[in-house]
Antibody
Framework: QLQLQESGSGLVKPSQTLSLTCAVS??????????WSWIRQPPGKGLEWIGY???????YYNPSLKSRVTISVDRSKNQFSLKLSSVTAADTAVYYC???????????WGQGTLVTVSS | EIVLTQSPGTLSLSPGERATLSCRAS???????LAWYQQKPGQAPRLLIY???SRATGIPDRFSGSGSGTDFTLTISRLEPEDFAVYYC??????????FGQGTKLEIK
């Protein structure tokens, strides 16, 4: 059974870079031709897709975040990562990783990790 | 970008009642690539319905999806206590960007 687990800093200072990693277990990130996504949810609000990386390594980002986002994959560690630069309080959210995106369903999801932007 | 609008924002019903949730798209959703997710407090969303009407693995048959084009519906035939949650629709036929509706909160009356 495929499982995803987010990890990273839970507190980031304004203007700094948010960094998260999603470890994939129960299957290879390189098999099946899947894409791998990051999605976030501000407290009490809805879901916002951040971006995804295809099995080919191609990346696609939400236009509203594109200038600040980088998603990468480390196949040797079976994980993928998110970097969001120049964060502000508006970036405070629960960040989820998920398999899917780009014409593919989001399934399964990680449990999510809360990132707070505060000095 | 396809914008998804869900209604109502909040739905108050009692266990045993029937729930009907709506998701309207700003333009036609390709090949009915419309999914529904359920989210309970403190949990990640869970896939319920894909392809507008197919239930995901392990989803009870009281959940059903219908619709095509721009209008989609999630129906829960007889509400169980564990069904009270927030429901999101999502289109995956036009990407990027992948878009979600704003959610419908199903609460106990």
């Amino acid at each position: 059974q495929l499982q995803l687990q987010e990890s990273g800093s839970g507190l980031v200072k304004p203007s700094q870079t948010l960094s998260l990693t999603c470890a994939v277990s129960g299957g290879s990130i390189s098999s099946g031709g899947y894409s791998w996504s990051w999605i976030r949810q501000p407290p009490g609000k809805g879901l916002e897709w951040i971006g995804y990386i295809y099995h080919s390594g191609s990346t696609y980002y939400n236009p509203s975040l594109k200038s600040r986002v980088t998603i990468s994959v480390d196949r040797s560690k079976n994980q993928f990562s998110l970097k969001l630069s120049s964060v502000t309080a508006a970036d405070t959210a629960v960040y989820y990783c998920a398999r899917g995106g780009g014409f593919m369903l989001f399934d399964p999801w990680g449990q999510g990790t809360l990132v707070t932007v505060s000095s | 970008e396809i914008v998804l609008t869900q209604s109502p924002g909040t739905l108050s019903l009692s266990p045993g009642e029937r729930a009907t949730l709506s998701c309207r798209a700003s333009q036609s959703v390709s090949s009915s690539y419309l999914a529904w997710y359920q989210q309970k407090p403190g949990q990640a969303p869970r896939l319920l319905i894909y392809g507008a009407s197919s239930r995901a693995t392990g989803i009870p048959d009281r959940f059903s999806g219908s619709g095509s084009g721009t209008d989609f519906t999630l129906t829960i035939s007889r509400l169980e206590p564990e069904d009270f949650a927030v429901y999101y629709c999502q289109q995956y036929g036009s990407s990027p960007p992948d878009t979600f509706g704003q959610g419908t909160k199903l609460e106990i009356k």
